[in-house]
T-cell receptor
Framework: SAVISQKPSRDICQRGTSLTIQCQVD?????MFWYRQQPGQSLTLIAT?????????ESGFVIDKFPISRPNLTFSTLTVSNMSPEDSSIYLC????????????FGPGTRLTVL | QKEVEQDPGPLSVPEGAIVSLNCTYS??????FMWYRQYSRKGPELLMY????GNKEDGRFTAQVDKSSKYISLFIRDSQPSDSATYLC??????????FGKGTTLSVSS
């Protein structure tokens, strides 16, 4: 299984500011995803981070609010822009594998609180 | 109708009990079925993976997929207090990201 790290692990931010979350994987992976988990809720897919091209966003999520970079096969960032208290959530990086099991693994998450 | 339905619980059982967790889904194109365990303030941890229909066993855990009924289950035998967590079912089609259920919170008391 892939080992995934995220930075920061948590942060408290002011309304109107932006936060960039980093995701690092210990091996090259084809598919990387960003999810949001709001308090008491399940995981919602924000976007698929594509290496060398723009991310693919799910309905309800837009690039201006959640710009994503993926410069190589082991690293991605998600920025939460112009934050409001409604953005308070856990943001999770996930990677997919096609090593026969075709599963997804998750990072530890970034717990964001917006005041 | 949501794509994946899961009863959020909470579910409370005594130590040693058999636990049954279930999800239903509406998209017949789903082929990959997974169960994740999430402890408080941690990321989801892959517990079981099943491709298409059938059963899979791993220690005290058994995952079942019934594609004809669009129904998946996770059984935990001899449950332990350390099994107390939220259990998330997830599934997807080939080449797409996972769709998750809401998660069932399980508490096992000693």
């Amino acid at each position: 299984s892939a080992v995934i790290s995220q930075k920061p692990s948590r942060d408290i931010c002011q309304r109107g500011t932006s936060l960039t979350i980093q995701c690092q994987v210990d091996s090259q992976v084809t598919m990387m995803f960003w999810y949001r988990q709001q308090p008491g809720q399940s995981l919602t897919l924000i976007a698929t981070a594509n290496q060398g091209s723009e991310a693919t966003y799910e309905s309800g999520f837009v690039i201006d609010k959640f710009p994503i970079s993926r410069p190589n096969l082991t690293f991605s960032t998600l920025t939460v822009s112009n934050m409001s208290p409604e953005d308070s959530s856990i943001y999770l990086c996930s990677v997919g594998t096609t090593s026969g099991t075709d599963t997804q693994y998750f990072g530890p998450g970034t717990r964001l609180t917006v005041l | 109708q949501k794509e994946v339905e899961q009863d959020p619980g909470p579910l409370s059982v005594p130590e040693g009990a058999i636990v049954s967790l279930n999800c239903t889904y509406s998209n017949s194109a789903f082929q990959y079925f997974m169960w994740y365990r999430q402890y408080s303030r941690k990321g989801p941890e892959l517990l079981m993976y099943t491709y298409s229909s059938g059963n899979k066993e791993d220690g005290r855990f058994t995952a079942q997929v019934d594609k004809s009924s669009k129904y998946i289950s996770l059984f935990i035998r001899d449950s332990q207090p350390s099994d107390s967590a939220t259990y998330l079912c997830a599934m997807r089609q080939a080449g797409t990201a996972l769709i998750f259920g809401k998660g069932t919170t399980l508490s096992v008391s000693s």
